[in-house]
């Protein structure tokens, strides 16, 4: 999978753009602030359905503009395809090689992209919810009806949590509901965590032996999904919603006195072990970006597997934060995609095999080099 085209209309500080990129390296250069990572987010939008950024349609449309347009041009499995995404107001118009689709959640499975920022260096460090994001996200690329089972348990739970609060000071008692909703969300509860157990025991795999490659063998990588049944292997669905079922139902009390679900997919973990230790506790800031690197790679990798197709890599201004031996490591590992990079400082790519196009960007303008060794 490549991009061939991307055009912007009103699209953050761009008023109008039409770019193309190699087949291999795009390199975005330009200093902070002028429109770099406006377009990887631009790009991104058509494969997760939303904002890396938690942007909504308002902030991500130029200042005194009613909305914004992009349309993606891509190669996927030697033919060419057509996204679009254009928004008025309140109104939001999505296409798929000029058919109208209905919801956002269409346009995810069909272009697929890893991102990589600054932001996921704290991957490793950071609270638990940021490995569940990075999981759900990966997975709804490759098993894009992953997201529908995903809405439903976040509606269910949001319910269930409003009921438990009202329930907790008194307002209201409502037990039969209570049974509804701890149901509905053991049955999504069941869909979402078979889903996660098959990707990460795929991605533990292709993580492990990039780490083991990148420290010339002498740091193993470690990767397992812990949730509210540890030691207890489900690997049927209906076993899975009876346990799911089970445990929403005979700690309603302890729940109730919380006033919040205490239980679920919502609060496992992908836990990170190196050589043996936990990695949140233990892993230097070097080794943390040697794991990061590693699990973006095996993102990668996975959706490769999993869909035939190698999806496009948008680094935003990471590269620079990675020494000259995992750069190297990285762009010429993975030889053969297409990786579209943002930064300050076209230096970090010296060490790239094949050629790169330079785009300069200053103040939402792009001026477009030849290729070039």
Not at 56 to 68: C, I, K, L, V
Not at 341 to 365: A, F, R
Request: with cysteine; proline share 2%.
């Amino acid at each position: 999978m490549k991009i061939r085209s991307l055009s912007l209309s009103g699209f953050r500080n761009i008023k109008e753009a039409h770019l193309t990129f190699s087949p291999d390296v795009t390199f975005l250069l330009g200093d902070n602030a002028h429109g770099k990572t406006n377009v990887l987010e631009a790009i991104y939008l058509f494969a997760r359905g939303k904002s890396f950024r938690g942007a909504r349609d308002a902030e991500m449309t130029s200042f005194g503009q009613e909305g914004y347009s992009l349309t993606l041009s891509y190669e996927k499995e030697d033919r060419r395809e057509e996204l679009s995404l254009a928004v008025k107001g309140r109104s939001k118009t999505r296409k798929r090689n000029g058919v109208l689709l209905d919801r956002q959640s269409e346009l995810v499975g069909s272009f697929r992209a890893v991102l990589f920022c600054p932001d996921h260096l704290q991957m490793v460090k950071g609270s638990p919810s940021e490995r569940r994001r990075f999981m759900d996200i990966a997975i709804a690329q490759c098993y894009p009806v992953y997201i529908s089972h995903y809405s439903r348990y976040a509606k269910n739970l949001e319910e269930r949590n409003a009921l438990l609060k009202a329930m907790q000071k008194g307002v209201f008692y409502g037990e039969d509901m209570l049974l509804v909703y701890s149901e509905a969300l053991a049955d999504a509860a069941a869909e979402i965590y078979l889903y996660r157990k098959k990707y990460i025991a795929l991605l533990k795999e292709e993580a492990a032996r990039v780490m083991w490659e990148l420290s010339h063998g002498r740091e193993e990588l470690s990767l397992s999904y812990e949730g509210d049944f540890e030691g207890e292997e489900y690997e049927d669905k209906e076993a899975l919603r009876a346990a799911y079922g089970k445990l929403f139902t005979k700690n309603t009390e302890r729940e109730r006195a919380a006033g919040m679900t205490l239980y679920g997919i919502h609060r496992d973990e992908l836990k990170i072990s190196l050589s043996g230790l936990s990695a949140k506790d233990y892993a230097s800031q070097g080794q943390q970006r040697s794991i990061v690197l590693s699990l973006k790679m095996a993102e990668g990798m996975v959706c490769r597997a999993l869909t035939g197709e190698s999806p496009v890599y948008l680094f935003d201004d990471v590269l620079s934060e990675l020494d000259e031996g995992r750069r190297r490591f990285l762009l010429s590992g993975m030889q053969g995609c297409q990786f579209i990079v943002t930064g300050c400082d076209e230096k970090v790519l010296s060490e790239t095999p094949g050629k790169v196009k330079i785009i300069k960007v200053k103040e939402g303008t792009f001026t477009e080099r030849e290729n070039e060794e």
